[in-house]
């Protein structure tokens, strides 16, 4: 196996995280316009796993304004059969430390309750931070639902972290 980089993307990652976005069934579609945004002004809470040059997966985050203490996971994938063990919650577990380190005491999600991967990922990450998870309805379905397409109602997910004296 080829060595893994974890680090923050640039913009010459946005395509390449839209093409994982497009090839996902569960991750809501956005134009490369947005991932270009990701890249650029929510780069620093982002993460992209890179071999030889190529991005193998993502993630998408921020910490709100409003909640500074807050770290709020929006998307991520991998490229299927990357051939890498433990490569997607490896990935998001280096972004949360290095959020921690930066006075994150929450990570958060907002998932689909039949959305296991992210579902197995966020109790995977509690475990390894020795966290407290809960769940509440964010958004119900009629809420983000329009016009003919449905939607899910949407469940967030948060990972209190152990506070440190």
């Known amino acids: 196996m080829k060595h893994v980089r974890f680090q923050s ?5 946005a395509n390449a995280i839209a093409d994982l976005v497009q090839g ?8 490369n316009y947005t991932y270009a945004l990701w890249c650029t002004h929510f780069s620093s809470c982002s993460a992209v796993a890179v071999r030889d040059n190529e991005v193998i997966a993502f ?8 909640k500074p203490e807050s770290y ?33 005491r929450f990570v958060e999600a907002s998932v689909d309750k039949e959305n296991k991967p992210i579902r197995m990922v966020m109790k995977t990450l509690c475990k390894r931070l020795s966290g407290h998870l809960s769940e509440e309805l ?7 639902s329009s016009g003919d397409t449905e939607h899910h109602d949407e469940t967030l997910m948060r990972i209190s972290l152990p506070t440190t004296n």
């Not at 964010?138 to 983000?144: D, H």
Request: charged letters at 25%; hydrophobic letters at 40%.
């Open 9 to 13: 993307p640039d913009l010459s990652h």
């Open 59 to 66: 993630l998408t985050a921020f910490r709100s304004p409003e």
């Open 72 to 104: 709020f996971l929006w998307q991520t994938a991998t490229k299927p059969r990357h051939g890498v063990p433990a490569l997607g919650i490896d990935l998001v577990e280096f972004a949360v430390k290095r959020e921690i380190s930066r006075g994150a």
């Open 138 to 144: 964010l958004f119900p379905a009629e809420l983000v």
């Open 24 to 31: 996902s069934s569960r991750l809501d579609k956005n134009s």
